[in-house]
């Protein structure tokens, strides 16, 4: 059971905007970094944003993340095809003594 | 280049044992935390397991403590994953995973081992 929530899907035209939304508590984001991870179908998740706003190396600018409190976003610019797949936040979560994930959020570039 | 390649996934029946692995290249693996998550079809990531570097500190979801064991072999760069007393639920991909430092995010993963149990 998933202890952070995000919005199922969310869905833009190419080349336009979307934010997708993590909510926690106290335990997990307010407590510690968030990261991201993009799922394109039939492969394993890849790390997409670290410790609330980092990018890895290879990562284009067009995603951007923040943390405020218990919630967190990541932002897709510039939306392309190859955006298409399910995004996962993650953190600590202090209480559980493990990691937690979100609900996962499925992108669709209309 | 970092490399984890899960093996062991199988059929296995409800009740039924089954041992995965992960080994892992790359990169030092002694000096990493390594972890288990796991995503059943058509579902979401689920956190089963993190063990740190040393080995000594291990942590586990609620799902499976007492069922599930961890352990690595850092001279060997291997991760492996003991699952007893299995049920339909542990139906799922289980990736193995690394984090960096002290951090919480998981910065590699491997391509996935399939668990199937059903009779």
């Known amino acids: 059971q998933s202890v952070l929530t995000q919005p199922p899907s969310v869905s833009a035209a190419p080349g336009q905007k979307v934010t997708i939304s993590c909510s926690g508590s106290s335990s997990n984001i307010g407590n510690d970094d968030v990261s991201w991870y993009q799922q394109l179908p039939g492969t394993a998740p890849k790390l997409l944003i670290y410790e609330n706003n980092k990018r890895p190396s290879g990562i284009p600018d067009r995603f951007s993340g923040s943390k405020s409190g218990t919630s967190a976003t990541l932002d897709i610019t510039g939306l392309q095809t190859g955006d298409e797949a399910d995004y996962y936040c993650g953190t600590w979560d202090i209480s559980l003594s493990g990691c937690v994930f979100g609900t996962g959020t499925k992108v669709t570039v209309l | 280049e970092v490399q984890l390649v899960e093996s062991g996934g199988d059929l296995v029946k409800p009740g039924g044992s089954l041992r995965l692995s992960c080994a892992a290249s790359?990169?030092?693996?002694?000096?990493?935390?390594m972890h288990w998550v796991r995503q059943a079809p058509g579902k979401g990531l689920e956190w089963v397991s993190s063990?740190?570097?040393?080995?000594?500190?291990?942590y586990y979801a609620d799902s499976v403590r007492g069922r599930f064991t961890t352990s690595r072999d850092n001279a060997k760069n291997s991760l492996s994953l003991q699952m007893n007393s299995l049920r339909a639920e542990d139906t799922a991909v289980y990736y193995c995973a690394r984090t960096v430092g002290s951090g919480t995010y998981f910065d590699y993963w491997g391509q996935g081992a399939l668990v199937t149990v059903s009779s």
């Open positions: 063990m740190d570097s040393s080995g000594r500190h291990i």
């Open positions: 790359g990169f030092t693996f002694g000096s990493h935390s």
